[in-house]
């Protein structure tokens, strides 16, 4: 079954004139991947306000992402407990210590909801793999399952997955092949920031869509 994601923002890649809200969203990324942030990021509150953070701030970011991921999964229409899946960063392997990075996000998720929201940290790479943003690692998702492990129980919850960026979907089609394959349901897939060509202006802040389809080991 394809797999839906929804995107809490979104930025352009492609070369243009950037506007304050590109440079916001940008700020986001660097936040969610451990990045410095250059100045101040701000992101729209639905009171009007808004929410400030900087490279001493980043928890501020995280709450962000993990209250417009409630959101979006309650617009998809997901009821009842569920299970957060992070999907590992490149260097979050079996060997290593640190989870990965989204995980700040699903615990505040599971904070803000408690009873409703559970942190499954059951998925690793076998070797540190190459950063598909930074150092030209696959986004192919056949490269990508080949190499990703579930390294515990899968829990009998529904299951919805949590990256930071989207760009090809690759490593979400590849983590819910092995995920379904262990005997797990995925309903939804969140990101914390959709990367395209061209952003609509004005719509940096709207949730997107996309559907992923199925990648079908062989």
């Known amino acids: 079954m394809p797999l ?4 809490c923002c979104a930025y352009p890649t492609a070369k243009r004139i950037w506007g304050q ?4 969203a940008k700020k986001l990324v660097d936040a969610l991947k451990a990045r410095p942030v250059n100045g101040y990021g701000e992101l729209p ?3 009007g306000a808004s929410a400030r953070f900087n490279q001493e701030s980043t928890d501020v970011a995280m709450t962000w992402v993990a209250r417009r991921a409630l959101d979006a999964i309650r617009l998809a229409g997901v009821g009842g407990p569920f299970a957060v899946v992070p999907i590992p960063h490149a260097s979050c392997d ?3 210590d640190a989870p990965p990075r989204m995980i700040a996000v699903a615990e505040r998720m599971a904070m803000i ?7 499954e940290d059951i998925l690793r790479w076998d070797r540190p793999m190459k950063s598909a943003s930074a ?5 192919e998702p056949r490269d990508l399952y080949a190499f990703l492990r579930v390294i515990d129980d899968v829990p009998e919850l529904p299951m919805v997955l949590l990256d930071d960026v989207l760009t090809s979907g690759g490593h979400l089609q590849a983590a ?6 262990a005997g797990g349901t ?10 395209l060509a061209e952003t609509v202006d004005g719509e940096q802040f709207a949730f997107s869509y996309a559907i992923l389809d199925d990648y079908l080991p062989r």
């Open 94 to 96: 079996v060997h290593s």
């Open 45 to 47: 509150l639905p009171t």
């Open 186 to 195: 995925i309903t939804v897939a969140i990101c914390g920031v959709r990367a």
């Open 113 to 119: 909801r408690p009873g409703e929201v559970a942190v």
């Open 4 to 7: 839906r994601v929804i995107c």
């Open 135 to 139: 150092a030209g690692g696959s986004r």
């Open 176 to 181: 819910a092949a092995v995920l379904v394959e």
């Open 21 to 24: 809200d590109d440079y916001n």
